[in-house]
Structures are given as structure tokens and as C-alpha cells.
């Protein structure tokens, strides 16, 4: 179950302190231009230390294509990247190997396989997510050849909520924030977590412009349910919201229908998505991240043996990982679009006959 | 894309104004007692017209098992099952048969398959969760063998919010409340917007008990993000929440964290999955519905050829989805949770032994 | 595991003396035409009682559409159709129900369920081939709009081989005979079998003309393969073989090998794959039948209990299974491609752009 | 659809002069101790190179295992090999690049994908099997545990049969000949082949001992359609035969149906397998390679522009690709029933019960 996706699909590998991670990318169509240095740049992105609000391990995070490409270009083969881990410091977990952290999946991985590579929390580790945003790399190269643009940011932490959204200035911002009204205040309450060894939760926004009518595979493959089910997937999410999201559920139909006028939607309470397809507004999405469960205050645990004992860490790890995780979400968001692009090639006759007329 | 599990599987089919609707039911392990007054009682629990609060179409829903049984047992052979139209006023939709309906499917479904079924909005209904209620009958059947309880209620209607949760209280109820002291108050929201031809939303809880430790699986198909994509496919959801939620983005780490002890967790923020996998605590969803599109007042919309024109609705609905939601958000849930007992069977060898050393 | 297919999917139901059997058709494009006059048709090619080489018993095989069309056309929404099952003499089945009848599934079934309809051999009756050829039936009309046209034929019945294929005389042939001076041979072959108690074996010649290049999903669905598997598991299947087949491992290069010419192949030992992939020559498939496992003679076998017994078989059963087999292989070779031709939708980037420039 | 299996899953990527092949295999239990000496011994069996019966090309082959094992052993995360390219000589495929080898995958890919890479084939070189034979050694040490047992070797040579089989004696033969007695004239007719500048086809047996009743999963993944599918998708199969195969099509009931007796069969022409489940008896499989498409003699082919021109091939190859092939089939058998053995785990409710009771 390490695969993502039925048409365009990720596979993924790889521990946190293992030999490597990575990912075959599979579906991708042929005659696609891989940008290589695009593909490193959004790892660069995700990668950790870039900041004083993020961890101390420094990850090199070098991307290398191993197959799928020809001169530069999809030959319609898989697509498999390696990333080979560096700045491991193993040694900080010897601590922890006999008992399970709390808010961790050390508990239930031990539980469920009976072994677990507790160093840096192995497969569950949040590192995985560098496997993603790989391969949402590939996704999002197909997809803006169709003029799909996938963009996220932070506009929540700790209850701080953005209100205003400019995409071009998260770019820059450390906290990728996207009210640069709010982000002194939202940088402020990541420092104070961090600076009293706690952590923070926080909330991303996601927006896919330029989708065309269309996407979504109902019934048990909807659009909406897909995002949802790769929000919710990511590490450390507890909520999605799609449009007016959990607001609308206190809302009046008269209040949260969206009218239609001859060139679209008067307004966008759905999200862009109607019957679990989209309608051609903007895809929005909010992702809603819990603190990072590595906190440097005493907890109570247990260890293998069921022993009560005192949960004390070491180690480096973000104060918020929802800052980060706005990376990761485009990702997903990237792959969910690109599957349902392809997924949708086959939904009527005049699909068929465009591509085999020719 | 209308299959819905991996290993346990349920394939729909069906139309509100169609000849039938139903489902294959595949991968149900043999020797498992199906019980049909059961699957017959879930369905009634969901259907149309038992209340003043739900609309005033009678459908008798009367299930029918094809397949996959013998003398009552099940063969390890695909369920099938059918429930055969009655009740249907496809007149009601000639008027809406060249128009869009805000916030219905019309738009997408048209855009996307260049043709629709637009009695009852087709497979696009509401309706077609009865195949989802009969599928998730038989999953209970088979996760109660293992002690696991699923329930849903409504918390929430119109922003109205249940403070008290009384399963056993909301089975009872017009509106499947789950806290009585503010049935009435939810009641009367859900009333006063059916007395001004509006609609209103509301939130389910839904909640497993019984659960085993270790169901879920990393990555891509962990048990939150199974659960999430379940839910945010049920027609009308917009939010969806595990354990603590969206709330989780508010707070600090150490208020979030749970702590282990002795006999399992001091609190439950994580809504019983750690890592996506199942902890042992209380599974706990709550799932958000936007209010039922069809309202009686005039909107504004389009008709297939562009033409801005006024969308006049007639027919019978529910002021509010969420309430028969709560019985689809408990069926989805069984679903889930029975896939995931039949994936986890493969986690470990100690697994395999048990299974061959026989 | 009741579903065929990937992308366009066949999921089937039923037993042989149950209350119906049938199927449900996902991922057929919207907007064909589906002539249900042309399906009842096919299942009347497949149904039994026709002549005096098949069993006598007579099932109408009457099938209904329940959902998916609209005015006659596909709306994108899964077809499901159904067979409710007529002529049974469950009876006939009271004294196999405590032993396995030699060459059937009865052993297996029981040994891996535990528990099994014993009735006309239940779900593994040839009898679940109706729905695959009514399933086929949509493929068929989806592929025939490309230019597609799959025949079946028997090309050899216990031995004696056909050498002259001439698909339209096997139309109306008792045994679907592709080689007209082979025919009464091998109607006499079928006659000894059943005047003697027995049965017979039979190979069936398959042949898909009009193929577009380019069908088939390297590496693990290679249209080689799917054939194949989707042959080999039709009741009673042993061998099959692709274009020259198993005398090809007699050959050498210089006489397999297929020159290629301005205008195609010189000559099709191919088949008409070559990697996996449809190269435009008609695809050649040869499926080998083993002789009907119900004979009427005294045969040893075991009980339940594991007690040694003797088996006398009751009913009604056809000598030859290969022959409506036929019916049956054309059927698979139709839903294999068209699941190819739809995955092979989105194979390259020009045919992204054929789709979504519109 | 580069991914293998449907819970015990091999996912591979890699072109034969690319920067490296591999696989991931994900599904394997926790708990197995996976031995990567064996693994590398597996890949040593089929890399060329060995004799003077196979290809000139020296590859090295060897593995490393990237993530998936703690301390040597499976802890259920996805098990990722790598296998870095070394000997290419990319250099003889210069003249190959714009005209299409006859019998080779050229043609197809180009017209699929509209481009391909022409070293060595690409992604359609026989090189690819090396993933599969590393992936089919860590189902091997799955299976193993359980006593299943897969073998294989070459039966046949350009219609020289053998007839007594010795797995034991082909382990060390340079064909991995079956039969001692026909092993020299079945090696003259490849070193024949190979000295007028051709090839020769050849046949592999392939046997598995030890399986449990109960494996395949119908209708759709039945044991017997499941290995016919792996069998018919390597590289130069042709035909696939299960058990009596062919000549079944050319006996009667009473010489083809196996008795059963109080301890198993009597005979196996079913070849283990009835109604798609393994019956505890051998499976036996026979699979017909056809012979190696690369031949030393000046063909006629055309180029990418439609010209008729003349194809002389440089480059290494076997001249019989059955003899390497033998390792592969084996691979992929035991590929085929790792998956079958974790699918049928959830066949029946006494396998829940044993799993989780626990």
C-alpha cells in the first residue's frame, strides 16, 4: 500500500536513517520535458534547515533520475529518484528504542508488525514526505502543460489565522506565510513553542487554478474525496476542509449555493467541486496540521515491556510542521490532479475518437 | 471508479430514477452468518419519508440478496444485492432538465460526460448511498464478529452544537441527535428552514469502538486517510475532522500529545489512529454537510447553452442531509474498518503462521 | 477479486442455481450507443439447449439493463444488467453434495471457503460465463466504433484440427467450426464422447482484426499477458498460445521472425504483439479446452469425511465445453481491449493535448 | 502498470543502459529475515555471461537492498533493491537507432510512445527481468517458510524434448537441461543456432511443490489465469500450458479427470490447479519460449520514416533467451503464489478467528 494513485502513480521507499529514499513514478506519459533542476527545486523547498524555525538536520536532499527518460524527455517507462540520506544522527535515538513516544506511530507500528527501526522514526518519519514532493514534481510538469497551477501556503498557526492570501509573498516567507500581516505574529508563536521546547499546529491553504472542467471519478473516486484522503494522509493532518468546508455545515442552502452566470460561478462556497467533479473554479483546500508531536518537556509513556516510564527527547525536529507540510500538500494536491487528468481521458466517446482518429 | 475497498469491496451501481440500484459485495470471507432482517433494518434506518424533518418520498428500499450465500451463510462468492425503484415523480424534473441546479452535479456531470440522467439528479442522488447503507451492513456483520461497534448521530445542525453524546439516545431521535438538550433547538433550525424553502447544514459524529490495535496502511492507504477520502465522497460533505480536528491546528504540542499509560492512552486528541494506524482507542470522525442544494427559492443559473435563466425547484427533499448522512457516514466507517481487518491480516508472519500452521 | 479489468471493468455476481447472476460494467465512455437487442443476442450465442451437442438444459438467459443508459445511451455510470436464472434442477445435485466430483472446483472450494453451494457446482458452474459474454457484449460495441472486430471459432475438437479458418461459416455451425471439411469429424468425435458416457476436449481460435498499434501496458500489463490471463481463466482452460505459439519454440530466428514491410509484416508468427504492444496485425490467440469433467461413468473419488466413494453423476451437461467456450474467449478478448484502448489513452502527450486542447 | 501483484506487490523500473534497474517490493510481512546473500545468488543464476550458450555482455548484477529490513530483517515498509548498470556498450545500438529490429519491441514502443530509447532496447530488453528475479528472492523466502518450494529448467530446445526431469541436475547444467540425457544434442542445437548466425527457441518446466490447498482467488485472479498472465508477460513467451495443457484439448473426460483418493489424486493432469485453486497437489506449468528475436543475418525492416530497408544487428545476445528464461519463470512463480498465499488469508472467517484472537 506504498502506492499513490491508479493512472499516475507513486511508489515510495525509504527510512528515515535507511541507506535511501525514493519513488517510481509510474503513468507518466511519453514525450513530457523532466526538468531536472525543477524537480531539485521543489525539494529545496521542502527541505529541512533552511530557517531558524525548522530543524537542525541538514539534509542534502540531491535528487538523482534513475530511468524513464530519454535525452530529457518521458519515454512513457517508469520514472524511479533516489535520494540518499546524509546528516543521520542515529545515535540520538538509542533512547527511545525501547519505549514509544507519544502523539508517534511508534506505538502502533510496534503493535501492527511486531519490529520497527526506531531510528527517527523510521518509515513513519516525516522525511518520507521528500519522496513526495518528488514525485509531485513530475506531476506538476505534466499538469501545467494543460495551464494547471498548484500553489500553497501557511494561514494558520496556533489560532492565528491569515486572512488575506498572496501566494507570491509565502514564496519568500519563512513561515511561507500568506498574510504578511499576520506572519511577524504566526513567526512569534513558533519561536515561543519552540523556545519553551514545545510545538504548534498550524493550517495550509491549497489552491489549483486553471483545472479544467471535468476532473473526478465518481463515485468512490471523486475529486473531493481524493483530496481529502491524500490530505489526511500526509503526516501529522487531522482536518480537510474543501470550499466553505466545515463552515457550511452551519450555513443555509440560500447562503452556500453558488449561482451560475454565463462565464462560471458567482462565487465559490464548493471549492471548486460539485458531485466530486471540478467545475473549472478554483480547487481550494485547507489542510489543518497538528503540533509536532516531538516535544522537549517530560512525557509520560510506556515502553515494549508495558512498563510506565518518562519520555524524555533528543534529537531536532521542526517546531511546526505545517510550515514545511505546505510543501507537501502541494505535492498532493500535484499528484491528485494529474491522476484525475489522466483518469479523465476515457470519460466519454469524443475522447476516444480525438486520440484515435488520428 | 464506482469500487470502493481493496480487499473488501463494494462495486454500486444504480440511478435515482432507474430501473434499480444496488451492489456487488466482494471479498467477504466465508462462513459468516448474513443476516438479512439486518441489512434490511440499516436500510430502513436511512431511508426517505419515516419523519417531518425528511422529504416526502416514500421509497420502500426493499433489499434483496442475489448471491453469495447458502443457507444463509456466506460462500466467500460476491454478494450481490438489489433494490428496485418505486416511488419515483420523474415529472417533477422536466423543468430542470436543461437548466443546471446550484450547488447540484448538473454542471459537472454534463461538462464531463456531455450527457445526464437528470431525473432525480441520477447517479448523481443522494439515493444511490442506499447501496452504501447494504454494502456496510454486511461489513458490520463481519466487524462485530471481531468486537468492533460502529455509530454515528448528528452533533450538530446549523451551527447548533451538541455538547453530550448519547448514542443510544440518538437512535431514537427525528433527527438522530446525539445530545437531547439541544434536539429541540436543532430541530426547530431544521424546520424553520424548511418553512422558508431554504436548507441547512449539519455535522455527524461518528465513532468505532472495539477497535484492534494495528489496522492501517502507511503510506498511502493509512487508516485517517482512508477514513477522510470515505467520508469528504459522501454527497455533500465539506469537512471532514479526525480525533481533536481542525482544532489540533490551534494548539501546542504538549497540549495535544497524548500521553501512554499502563492500559493505553490518558487522552484520546487522536481520534484513536497514530501514524494511520489504529491505536486500540475510540475511532473518532466527525464529517461536516453543506446544506441540501435543492431549496424552493429562485436562483440564478445557466441553462446547457449558456443562457443565464431563473432555476425553479420543485420536487421533495431533506431540509437537511446530515441527518440520513449520519446513517451513510456509519456505513462508509463499517467499510473501512472492514477493509482494513482483511489488509492487516498480511502484516506480519506471525499472522501467516497462524493462518497455515492449521 | 470478481473484477476484470482496469480501467474498463467487468464485475460479476451469481451462482448457478441462485436466484440470478449478472454483472456490473464500469468505466464505459459516455455517449455509445448500447444496443441491448445486440447483447441479448451474444448471450443467446452463449446460452445452452441450442443443439444436440450441448446440455439439455434450457435457460433462457434473459437479460435486463438496470442502470447506466439514458434513451439508449451510456451516460459514463456503471451498467449493471442481470440474469435471474430459470431452468434449474437443484435435485439432480442431492448426491454430489458430500463428495467432490472428480476435475471440478467442489474439493478446492470446499478445502479453501470451508462451505459451498454444491448446486450445478455453484459459483464455479461455466454457467458464470453469461455474464462475462454480456459484459463482453459492451465492449464489443465500444471497440467495433474504432474499427475493432473480435471472432472465436472451434478449431479443433480431441485431435482433429481444422486447417481452413473461415469465421463467417462457424456463424451458423452446431459446433462454431472454423474449418468446414473438419466439421462433421469433429461433430462425430463430439457424439462418440457423449454416446460413450464421456466427454472431449476442444481449442478455439480467436482473432482480433482492425487493432490499433499501440495497445498493451508494458511491463506487467502487456496485452500478451492479459490475454492470456484472461483466457486461461475461463472454466476448463489449460493452454493458450499467441500467434505461432508453442511451435515457436521449435523454430529458429530466421524462421520466426516477422520482416517488416513499407505496408506492415511480412508475416504474423507475432500474432500481432511484439513487447507487449499491438503492432496492427491481427491479434491470434489459440485457447485449449480440457474435455467436460462431468462424465457419466463410474468414477473414484472422495467424501467429505475423506472416505474413499464412487461418483455417479446426475444432470445435464454439455460434452464439449470448448464449444460454446467459443463464445466465451471472444468475449474476454473484447474486454481485454477495450481496457487496453482506454489505458492506452494517455500513453503520450500528443493524445493529452487531442483530449484537452477541445 | 509496472507494478506486479495485487497485496504481495513488485513495482520496477529501468532500461538496460540506463543509470540503474531495481524494484520495490512492498506487502512482505514483518518478521521475515530476508537473506541478501541468496538474493544475490538468485541474480547470479541469470546473469549473463556464465557460458558460452549466453550473451558476451558481462554484468555484474549486483544488488543492494535500499530500505524495508532492520537488522536483516522485513519490518513491513516497502523493500527497495537497486541494481547499477555496468558493461554497456551503447556504442553497437548506433545503427539501430532509426530502423526497427524485426521480432523486437522496436516498432511498438516507437508508434506507443513516439519515442524510445534504443540502447539495448530500453525498457523492453530482456535486462528488466533482473528486477523481477531479485523480487521473486524475497518471495522465495516468504513462501519457503510455508514449504512451498518453486524449481524450474529447460525441458525443451528447438523440439528436442526431454523427458525424465531432474531439477537437481539442471541446477548445475549449463542449460539447466531437465533431462541429463538430452541435455548435450538440446546444447548442440543452440550452439548451432549460434554459429550460422541465428537463434533457437526452447521450452521451460516450471513446478512448485509444497503449496496449500486453497490458493487463487476467483473468478478474475484464478491460480491458473494469474500464471498464465506472468508467464505470457516475460520477454519472448509464446505459449503457456498448465498441467496435461495442450494435449487436454485432445483427450477424453475419462482419460483426463484425476480421481481422488484418500491421500490427494491419483494423477495430476490438472496440474494442481481446479477451478482456479490450487488443489495441494504440483503445479505444473510449461512455458514456450520463442527464439531470440536478435539474429545475425541481414533482415529486411523498415526505418522510421516507412523506408524498406536492410537490418544488420551488432550487439551481444543469447541465442537461445529460454535457458536464462528458466530463472525468470521461476521468479515469477513464486511471485504469483506470494501474492495468492497473502490474498487467501482472508478467505474464510476461521482465518480471521486465527489472526485475531490473538
Redesign the interface.
Given at each position: 500500500?506504498?502506492?499513490?494513485g491508479?493512472?499516475?502513480?507513486m511508489?515510495?521507499?525509504?527510512?528515515s536513517h535507511?541507506?535511501?529514499?525514493?519513488c517510481?513514478v509510474?503513468?507518466v506519459?511519453?514525450?513530457?520535458s523532466i526538468d531536472e533542476v525543477f524537480v531539485q527545486s521543489e525539494l529545496d523547498r521542502r527541505k529541512p534547515g533552511k530557517s531558524r524555525l525548522e530543524t537542525g538536520r541538514k539534509e542534502e536532499d540531491k535528487i538523482?533520475?534513475?530511468?524513464?527518460t530519454?535525452d530529457g524527455?518521458?519515454?512513457?517507462?517508469?520514472?524511479?529518484m533516489?535520494i540518499y540520506n546524509g546528516d543521520q544522527k542515529s545515535k540520538d535515538y538509542d533512547s527511545v528504542k525501547d519505549l514509544?513516544r507519544?502523539?508517534?506511530?511508534d506505538?502502533?507500528?510496534w503493535?501492527?508488525?511486531?519490529?520497527?527501526?526506531y531510528r527517527g522514526g523510521?518509515?513513519?518519519s516525516a522525511r518520507?514526505t521528500a519522496a513526495r514532493v518528488a514525485a509531485g514534481a513530475i506531476a506538476k510538469l505534466?499538469i501545467n502543460?494543460?495551464g494547471i497551477k498548484v500553489q500553497s501556503g501557511v494561514i494558520?498557526i496556533?489560532?492565528i489565522h491569515g486572512v488575506n492570501v498572496d501566494f507570491e509573498y509565502s514564496k519568500n516567507s519563512l513561515l511561507y506565510a500568506l498574510d504578511k500581516n499576520k506572519e511577524e505574529e504566526q513567526i512569534k508563536a513558533v519561536e515561543d513553542?519552540r523556545d519553551t521546547h514545545?510545538?504548534?499546529?498550524?493550517?495550509v491553504l491549497t489552491v489549483a487554478t486553471g483545472v479544467?472542467?471535468?476532473l473526478?471519478?465518481?463515485?468512490?473516486?471523486?475529486l473531493?474525496?481524493?483530496?481529502?484522503?491524500?490530505?489526511?494522509?500526509i503526516?501529522a493532518?487531522?482536518?480537510?476542509?474543501?470550499?466553505?468546508?466545515?463552515n457550511?455545515?452551519?450555513?443555509?442552502?440560500?447562503?452556500?449555493?453558488?449561482?451560475?452566470?454565463?462565464n462560471g460561478f458567482?462565487t465559490n462556497?464548493?471549492?471548486g467541486?460539485?458531485?466530486?467533479?471540478?467545475?473549472?473554479d478554483d480547487i481550494v483546500v485547507t489542510t489543518?496540521?497538528?503540533?509536532?508531536?516531538?516535544?522537549f518537556?517530560e512525557?509520560?509513556?510506556?515502553d515494549k515491556n508495558?512498563?510506565?516510564v518518562k519520555c524524555n527527547l533528543k534529537g531536532r525536529h521542526d517546531p511546526c510542521v505545517?510550515i514545511r507540510g505546505a510543501v507537501v500538500c502541494e505535492a498532493m494536491m500535484a499528484l491528485v490532479l494529474a491522476d484525475m487528468?489522466?483518469?479523465?481521458?476515457?470519460?466519454?466517446?469524443?475522447?476516444?475518437k480525438?486520440?484515435?482518429s488520428?
Open positions: 500500500m506504498n502506492t499513490f491508479s493512472k499516475f502513480k511508489t515510495t521507499f525509504g527510512e535507511g541507506v535511501a529514499l525514493g517510481i509510474d503513468g506519459p511519453a514525450g513530457l538523482e533520475i534513475l530511468s524513464g530519454f524527455i518521458s519515454t512513457g517507462t517508469p520514472i524511479a533516489i514509544f507519544p502523539a508517534h506511530a506505538f502502533t507500528y503493535n501492527k508488525y511486531g519490529i520497527r527501526d523510521g518509515r513513519s518520507e505534466m502543460t494543460l494558520s496556533g489560532g513553542a514545545d510545538s504548534i499546529g498550524g493550517s479544467p472542467i471535468g473526478g471519478e465518481p463515485m468512490y473516486h471523486k473531493d474525496g481524493a483530496i481529502a484522503g491524500a490530505m489526511m494522509g503526516n493532518v487531522k482536518g480537510v476542509e474543501i470550499g466553505e468546508g466545515i457550511s455545515a452551519t450555513l443555509k442552502g440560500s447562503q452556500n449555493n453558488d449561482a451560475l452566470v454565463a458567482k462556497h464548493a471549492g467541486i460539485l458531485g466530486g467533479i471540478s467545475n473549472g489543518h496540521f497538528k503540533p509536532t508531536p516531538s516535544i518537556q512525557q509520560d509513556t510506556v508495558g512498563n510506565e505545517a487528468v489522466l483518469l479523465n481521458m476515457s470519460a466519454n466517446m469524443e475522447h476516444l480525438s486520440v484515435y488520428k
